[in-house]
């Protein structure tokens, strides 16, 4: 089975993935950070096989998995979102009072070893507005059809407590770490 049609966002933390997840929601079926109701990276490839048609995932702990999803999801679309990681660690400190740099120091090593090879497909936090219409018809195979600048004016942000985590599959999930 060839994965075409599905396109994974590798993405730090704080970096407008539930956006990202909401916009390409109203073209194609999308999921946010759904390696966080699984103990195992295999989870994520049972999903996306349960989904017919288009899918996006944005992922904030896919990059820790990089090259087993790229195997488990063979021709799955890559994108690589880049937000600078002190901007990150102000808002992860801003919502949980807690430092986490030593957690994305790693997470942002790995994001730029793989978003910087050559031929891998980038965007950038700052120029969401100039990227996000342009990656409709790639990621949906739809033209956009709305307002973009409206759609970034629109706050999609859940507090990361209110986030579903299972510190259990969490803890199985990162023994996979590569």
Same mark, same amino acid.
């Given at each position: 089975? %060839?994965y075409e049609?599905? =396109?994974?966002?590798f993405s730090?933390p704080?970096s407008?993935t539930q956006?990202?997840?909401?916009f &390409?929601?109203?073209?194609?079926t999308a999921l946010?950070d759904?390696?966080?109701h699984? %103990?195992r990276p @295999?989870?994520?490839?049972r999903?996306?096989d349960?989904?017919?048609?288009?899918? &996006?995932?944005?992922?904030t702990?896919?990059?820790?998995?990089?090259?087993?999803?790229i195997?488990?999801?063979p021709g799955?679309?890559?994108l690589?979102?880049f937000?600078?990681?002190?901007d990150?660690?102000? %808002?992860?400190y801003q919502q949980t /009072?807690s430092?986490?740099? =030593?957690?994305?120091a @790693?997470?942002?090593?790995r994001?730029v070893?793989h /978003?910087?090879?050559?031929g891998a497909?980038?965007?950038? !936090?700052?120029?969401?507005?100039?990227t996000?219409?342009q990656l409709? $018809?790639d990621v949906?195979?739809? *033209?956009f059809?709305?307002?973009v600048q409206?759609m970034l004016n =629109?706050?999609?942000?859940? *507090? $990361?407590a209110q986030? !579903?985590?299972?510190?259990?599959k =969490?803890?199985?999930l990162?023994?996979?770490?590569?």
């Amino acid at each position: 089975m %060839s994965y075409e049609r599905v =396109t994974l966002m590798f993405s730090l933390p704080r970096s407008m993935t539930q956006w990202w997840a909401w916009f &390409f929601g109203h073209g194609c079926t999308a999921l946010h950070d759904p390696l966080a109701h699984h %103990s195992r990276p @295999d989870g994520l490839k049972r999903d996306i096989d349960a989904i017919e048609g288009r899918v &996006f995932v944005a992922d904030t702990s896919a990059i820790f998995f990089h090259n087993q999803l790229i195997d488990a999801l063979p021709g799955v679309q890559r994108l690589y979102n880049f937000r600078s990681p002190r901007d990150i660690m102000d %808002s992860l400190y801003q919502q949980t /009072g807690s430092d986490w740099q =030593t957690l994305i120091a @790693d997470q942002s090593r790995r994001l730029v070893m793989h /978003g910087w090879a050559p031929g891998a497909r980038r965007i950038h !936090y700052v120029a969401q507005a100039e990227t996000a219409a342009q990656l409709v $018809l790639d990621v949906c195979g739809e *033209p956009f059809k709305g307002d973009v600048q409206e759609m970034l004016n =629109t706050r999609i942000d859940v *507090p $990361l407590a209110q986030q !579903y985590r299972d510190h259990y599959k =969490t803890r199985s999930l990162m023994g996979y770490k590569e």
